[in-house]
C-alpha cells in the first residue's frame, strides 16, 4: 500500500507540534506545582473548547484507513491538551500563574479586579518585556473574592490601580 505523502507530512507536523506544546505544559506544569494559594476557576471557555477538541480528534479515527500515524496524532494531541488541562491559573506566595507559566511578583505592575456576571475577575499587569501582552485575567468563584483581595493586599497592596473602564 503506497503512502499519501501530504497526510503523512500533515500527520508528522501536527505531532510534532502538539509534542512540543505537550512538553512545554508538562514543563511549566512541573515549575509551578504547589505555587498556588489560591486557584481560579477550571472550567472556562477555552477549557471546554479544548474538550469538544480532543472529541472531535477520537472522530477523526473513524474512517477507512487507519495509519500507525494517525493513533500517533491523537495520542499527541490528546496529551497536549490534557497537560493544558491541568495547568491552573491562580496566585501564591512567591506570585501568580496564567496559562502555566509562573510570573514572580516583582514582574507584578500593578492589579485590579472585577465583578462579572458569574465571577470574579483579578486582571494582573506584567512589567515583562518578554511578554506580549502584559494584562493577565484569573477568573474565580464570587465565594474566593475576600481571601483573594486580602491576600492580593498583603503580598503587592501598593500595586493596586484601577484599569479605565
Do not use: C
Not at 21 to 44: E, H, P, S
Not at 113 to 133: G, V
Request: avoid cysteine; proline fraction near 1%; charged fraction near 25%.
Amino acid at each position: 500500500m503506497k503512502m499519501n505523502q501530504p497526510l503523512f507530512y500533515g500527520n508528522l507536523l501536527v505531532t510534532l507540534a502538539f509534542g512540543a506544546f505537550a512538553g512545554l505544559m508538562f514543563y511549566r506544569l512541573a515549575n509551578t506545582k504547589g505555587k498556588i494559594k489560591y486557584a481560579g476557576r477550571q472550567w472556562d471557555a477555552t477549557k471546554i473548547t479544548l474538550i469538544v477538541i480532543v472529541g472531535l480528534t477520537l472522530v477523526s479515527l473513524i474512517g477507512n484507513t487507519i495509519t500507525v500515524f494517525d493513533i500517533l496524532r491523537v495520542i499527541v494531541i490528546i496529551v497536549a491538551i490534557v497537560a493544558y488541562w491541568l495547568a491552573k491559573d491562580g496566585i501564591g506566595e512567591e506570585g501568580y500563574v496564567t496559562n502555566g507559566k509562573f510570573h514572580a511578583w516583582k514582574e507584578l505592575s500593578g492589579y485590579d479586579y472585577k465583578d462579572d456576571k458569574k465571577f470574579f475577575n483579578l486582571y494582573l499587569t506584567s512589567s515583562s518585556k518578554k511578554e506580549s501582552t502584559n494584562v493577565e485575567l484569573v477568573e474565580y468563584e464570587f465565594e474566593q473574592k475576600a481571601d483573594v483581595l486580602a491576600f492580593m493586599k498583603e503580598k503587592v497592596g501598593n500595586k493596586y490601580k484601577r484599569m479605565k473602564k
